[in-house]
């Protein structure tokens, strides 16, 4: 396997499937195959998702809401889908944990890097949720300071698109595909990976991402296996 520690960014949205909103266990079901893939040739992962498909802060501050009160909510949704992706994969035969950047010892451990590393080291799938704990950064940020956190080799960005393109390829049919391109190339583009926070954290810690598509099956194993799935941005 090329790579032998991942950070794995799954999006809220994803979970919804078929559905308008909340979370489809079919979906769930899907990922947790894909993942098991990855686990069984050992892989170690470390997956951050986001909330998106319950609650999204920004979009609660746009009708009114306070911002820090919405970026709370949006991270509370965040531990519902971890708690969610977490029961999917024991159930395929996995072993767990969930860590949370708010304590809710009730349902999760609190985030200690050390713990988090060493459960990673014993073969433990480690789902981080709420973030980074702090309103204005998003969970894209938060995938990327996790990733660090616990020296990850790459960020694996799992979309329902198959890379970065010079356009949106949902919008413009002409929209071209790039398989490699460096963090530089993507700023004076004016491309979008991720947020600008998470993606210049990602730049200056030289953590390589991978933008793929999550919904076909075997792209996940693919990508570890170091194909050319989806784009690689890298220095």
């Known amino acids: 396997m090329k790579y032998k520690r991942i ?23 899907e990922y947790a195959a894909e993942i098991k893939q ?10 951050v998702i986001g909330g998106g498909n319950i609650f999204r802060g ?10 820090v009160q919405g970026d709370y909510m949006g991270m509370l949704a965040t531990v519902i889908n971890g708690m969610a992706l977490q029961g999917a994969l024991e159930n395929a035969g996995m072993q767990t944990r969930l860590q949370t ?24 799938i480690v789902i981080f949720g709420a973030g980074t704990g702090n309103p ?20 694996l960005k799992g979309t329902r698109v198959d890379g970065v393109y010079t356009a949106d390829p949902e919008k413009d ?9 460096s963090f530089e190339d993507v700023l004076a583009k004016g491309l979008n990976v991720m947020d600008t926070t998470a993606f210049t954290l990602s ?27 989806g784009t690689t941005v890298t220095i």
């Open 7 to 29: 950070l794995l960014k799954l999006s809220g949205e994803a979970l919804m499937g078929e559905r308008q909103y909340g979370i489809d266990p079919k979906r769930l079901a």
């Open 38 to 47: 990855i686990h069984d040739k050992g892989v170690e992962i470390a997956i």
């Open 58 to 67: 920004v979009a609660g501050a746009s009708n009114g809401m306070d911002r």
């Open 101 to 124: 950047a708010l304590k809710i010892e009730a349902i999760a451990e609190p985030y200690i890097k050390r713990r988090a590393t060493r459960h990673l080291e014993k073969g433990r």
């Open 136 to 155: 204005y950064f998003t969970t894209d940020t938060a995938a990327v300071l996790r990733g660090i956190e616990v020296n990850a080799d790459v960020i």
């Open 173 to 181: 049919v002409n929209a071209i595909k790039f398989d490699q391109i």
């Open 203 to 229: 730049q200056e810690n030289k953590l390589p991402i991978i933008v793929f598509d999550m919904n076909k099956s075997g792209n996940l194993l693919k990508v570890c296996e170091g194909e050319t799935v």
